[in-house]
């Protein structure tokens, strides 16, 4: 899946000193906790689906906004790591910034509290569980931005293409039902013989 995805976090952020600078901590992704896309429809996170993209030029943004960069892990504003519970992050606050100065008073005093994530999928595990809801697992992704939100939100868009293919997937699996259906009374009758596959009534003789 080349769309970019975003998904939602509840996360404690934790401000700190660090010397002369100001840092943001927090939990960006929890692994293998399961969320909810719409009814249905759920999604986890495998651990390290990250790993392989810590390495690339990732921002740290406030709602998504390209316009309101907090970090970046190129310059070493922003560094990211994973570990047994999720994706971990902490964010250098640039005190010549207001923007980034007003958004780290706001996570201080919570009132700012959530995150999310903007990535593209590239390998997934899809489970069709035995009450027909669908459960994707994301093995690998590549990670774009992390973002301090004031609304975090499961992107339409998002939300619209997993509804897309549950049903494609539901597609197949009635179709696959009916191809063995139809190989089923196919079978049926061999040289004017009825199969054994038919009921033990319709098969005694009058």
């Not at 907090?70 to 990211?80: I, M, N, P, S, Y």
């Not at 899809?126 to 774009?144: F, K, M, P, Q, Y």
């Not at 997937?169 to 038919?198: C, Y």
């Amino acid at each position: 899946m080349e769309m970019r995805q975003v998904r939602a976090t509840a996360t404690k952020f934790e401000t700190r000193e660090d010397g002369d600078q100001l840092i943001i901590d927090a939990y960006f992704a929890v692994y293998n906790s399961n969320y909810e896309i719409a009814p249905g429809m759920s999604e986890s996170i495998a651990p390290g689906a990250f790993t392989n993209s810590l390495g690339n030029d990732i921002r740290a943004l406030i709602n998504h906004d390209s316009t309101l960069v907090l970090g970046r892990t190129v310059a070493h504003t922003f560094e990211l790591r994973d570990d047994s519970h999720g994706l971990f992050g902490s964010i250098v606050v640039n005190r010549n910034d207001s923007d980034a100065m007003n958004a780290y008073a706001r996570v201080k005093r919570g009132d700012v509290s959530q995150c999310s994530i903007g990535f593209t999928i590239i390998r997934e595990d899809t489970e069709v569980r035995e009450d027909g809801s669908v459960h994707w697992t994301i093995i690998e992704a590549n990670l774009i931005e992390c973002s301090l939100c004031t609304f975090p939100a499961y992107e339409a868009t998002s939300a619209s293409a997993r509804t897309k293919e549950r049903d494609e997937i539901m597609t197949r699996k009635q179709d696959a039902w009916r191809e063995r259906m139809m190989t089923r009374l196919k079978g049926g009758k061999s040289n004017g013989t009825e199969s054994t596959d038919a009921p033990e009534e319709d098969r005694r003789e009058d």
